[in-house]
């Protein structure tokens, strides 16, 4: 059984800043979660449409001026979502950029999406299959999900929650479906929001259970929480407490030269993310964020009238 944690700041954390991060702030951010020992990062987004940003790849030659010679430990992820990139774009995996691939989509793309991730298991990547807002599938629909992530040998499946509206229970009942019936070579993910205060709670409690049935996880993290909306689990704080916990040995000092380097700069400068009350509602009334945005630029209305 291993716990490893997934890095998202620079894809997560990349929305608030229309996917234009400095080029210089990703190396560096890159260069101290490597150095850090962190086990996987996400260097950004696969899309058929480029239009100069700095974290948006055509495919994996396109990240190559972002990583490290040394990469140690760490292993790249790139992203893509399932409607937004063409598998005719991505290039034969050789191991010198990202070797795993997470794939994003909406629950009726369900059927498309397994077969893109066939074809790009068949170009030699690993793949992470993220089904979104994953509270919203019903028993049977788990059931069926793991047969057809069982059936293409996917590499990981992840519990994705899109709209911060999981609780403890609820990611207690998911993993215990899922692992019951999933390949035991398959690891499960976790992707959590923070909008009922609940990220790191929702990570510690699938790393306990992962401990007591065995199963290999991936838990993702963004430093600070960067991230969209209410933003994510916090990178630092789960590494701290997989060293104190479980005998882990990430190199804290490290993370937090980086959050001071390169994140906190960004907070001054007045990019906003983190819990408060319009976020808490996004996740009280199982919301996207979306909705809360178009809300405070399209009208007057007060938060309890979002509500």
């Given at each position: 059984m291993s716990i490893q944690l997934v890095d998202c700041t620079i894809r997560d954390g990349g929305y608030l800043l229309n996917k234009n991060f400095e080029k210089?702030?990703?190396?560096?951010?890159?260069?101290?979660?490597?150095?850090?020992?962190i086990d996987f990062v996400e260097t950004g987004f696969l899309q058929d449409i480029v239009s100069n940003e700095s974290?948006?790849?055509?495919?994996?030659?396109?990240?190559?001026?972002?990583?490290?010679?040394?990469?140690?430990?760490?292993?790249?992820?790139?992203?893509?979502?399932?409607?937004?990139?063409?598998?005719?774009?991505?290039?034969?995996?050789?191991k010198s950029?990202?070797?795993?691939?997470?794939?994003?989509?909406?629950?009726?793309?369900?059927?498309?999406?397994?077969?893109?991730?066939?074809?790009?298991?068949?170009?030699?990547?690993?793949?992470?299959?993220?089904?979104?807002?994953?509270?919203?599938?019903?028993?049977?629909?788990?059931?069926?999900?793991?047969?057809?992530?069982?059936?293409i040998k996917a590499d990981a499946l992840s519990i994705v929650d899109t709209y911060g509206s999981m609780y403890i229970d609820d990611a207690i009942s998911m993993f215990k479906q899922?692992?019951?019936?999933?390949?035991?070579?398959?690891?499960?993910?976790?992707?959590?929001?923070?909008?009922?205060?609940?990220?790191?709670a929702l990570a510690e409690e699938i790393i306990r259970l992962s401990h007591s049935s065995d199963r290999d996880v991936m838990i993702d993290g963004s430093l600070l929480g960067m991230g969209r909306g209410a933003g994510n689990a916090s990178t630092e704080a789960l590494a701290v407490f997989l060293n104190k916990k479980y005998g882990y040995n990430y190199n804290i000092p490290l993370l937090i030269q980086t959050i001071e380097n390169h994140i906190m700069p960004l907070r001054d400068n007045n990019i906003k993310w983190g819990y408060n009350l319009p976020m808490f509602v996004c996740g009280v009334q199982h919301s996207h964020i979306n909705n809360i945005n178009y809300l405070h630029k399209n009208t007057d209305c007060s938060i309890t009238e979002m509500y």
């Open positions: 210089d702030v990703v190396k560096s951010i890159i260069n101290g979660l490597v150095n850090a020992g974290i948006v790849y055509k495919n994996s030659k396109d990240v190559l001026k972002y990583l490290p010679i040394n990469k140690d430990k760490t292993t790249f992820i790139g992203f893509c979502d399932n409607s937004r990139y063409s598998i005719q774009n991505l290039d034969e995996c050789d950029s990202f070797e795993w691939i997470r794939i994003a989509f909406k629950k009726y793309e369900l059927e498309s999406a397994l077969e893109f991730c066939y074809q790009i298991k068949q170009k030699g990547y690993k793949i992470q299959i993220n089904p979104m807002d994953t509270i919203s599938y019903s028993k049977e629909e788990i059931k069926y999900l793991v047969k057809e992530v069982n059936s899922i692992d019951s019936t999933l390949a035991c070579e398959i690891k499960i993910g976790l992707h959590s929001h923070d909008n009922l205060g609940l990220s790191n």
